[in-house]
């Protein structure tokens, strides 16, 4: 097993570092100059902070200070057991703790799919944390929970969301082959070559890890079991949503209503890409969050 931790970026500023914040050890990559503004970039399933291999080194260029955790559950962080660990307010409640950890009031945050659930949940339960909000293929939580109540499609969607609530199946399903499982799901659900073989090889090693597959599964599994909804709906933040309109899980009407959510919100849709936008179009999305990021921010 190789390393999956910052040594994979060719990026002469990114290191690896560890933060105890919020009762769980986070393995973090950084990246750029401290003393800039600050971006969080959120990871999503099934990913770990590579995912945003594409991002890191655009944001660094734009002058960005980049701040990537594995979140926990996934590839070098801690992985708890319990369920509970996993309830939505822990997992944004770190992110809040780890902005805070790094000696600022607030940040910029940036998430894909479950990380956009995260940064979503920040945004709404830890408003004063967040500057700019950037949401990758993940729709607003009251659009998701209307969305899944009121169409039978999206619902035959997210059959995956259901079956990741049985026990031991799930992770044998993913973990099968030495976790090939995992990689048929990335490629799955997207765009036939976003990902080659070296890339496929790091993913591998990060699901290898004790552990890992349970974690991740736990998120599914405590998102139904223990429901934590925020106690607002509509995000104050400047918010992007970018959005692949061929995502294989979600409907992308859900992206037009989720702008309806935010007080400054707007839409970049990208109608040929799958979930894994930001892989597969990485130079427009990258366009998009720098400009987002900047706006406004006297840069």
């Not at 552990?211 to 934590?228: H, K, S, T």
Request: charged share 25%.
């Amino acid at each position: 097993m190789t390393a999956t931790d910052a040594s994979l970026l060719d990026l002469s500023s990114a290191a690896s570092t560890r933060h105890t914040v919020n009762g769980v050890d986070l393995h973090v990559v950084t990246a750029g100059d401290p003393s800039n503004p600050m971006v969080v970039l959120l990871h999503g399933f099934p990913d770990f902070w590579y995912g945003w291999r594409h991002q890191i080194p655009a944001l660094v260029d734009a002058g960005f200070y980049v701040v990537v955790p594995d979140q926990r559950g996934y590839n070098l962080s801690e992985k708890p057991r319990e369920l509970d660990a996993y309830r939505m307010r822990e997992l944004s409640g770190d992110i809040a703790a780890l902005i805070d950890a790094e000696n600022r009031d607030d940040a910029h945050v940036v998430g894909h799919d479950w990380g956009a659930a995260v940064a979503w949940d920040l945004a709404l339960r830890h408003p004063e944390t967040v500057d700019h909000l950037g949401i990758v293929n993940v729709p607003h939580p009251s659009v998701m929970r209307r969305t899944l109540k009121s169409s039978p499609r999206q619902l035959a969607r997210s059959w995956y969301m259901f079956a990741f609530q049985l026990p031991v199946v799930p992770e044998a399903f993913l973990g099968r082959g030495d976790a090939r499982g995992v990689l048929d799901v990335l490629e799955g659900s997207a765009n036939p070559g976003a990902f080659t073989d070296d890339e496929l090889a790091h993913y591998r090693d990060a699901w290898r890890r004790q552990g890992a597959i349970r974690g991740a599964v736990n998120w599914y599994r405590a998102l139904l079991r223990r429901r934590d909804d925020a106690p607002r709906e509509t995000v104050e933040a400047p918010t992007l949503v970018v959005w692949g309109d061929e995502d294989v899980a979600l409907l992308p009407q859900m992206a037009t209503e989720s702008v309806g959510y935010c007080t400054d919100g707007r839409l970049e849709r990208i109608p040929w890409a799958s979930h894994w936008v930001h892989d597969e179009e990485p130079e427009r999305v990258n366009d998009a969050l720098v400009g987002h990021l900047k706006d406004g921010a006297g840069e």
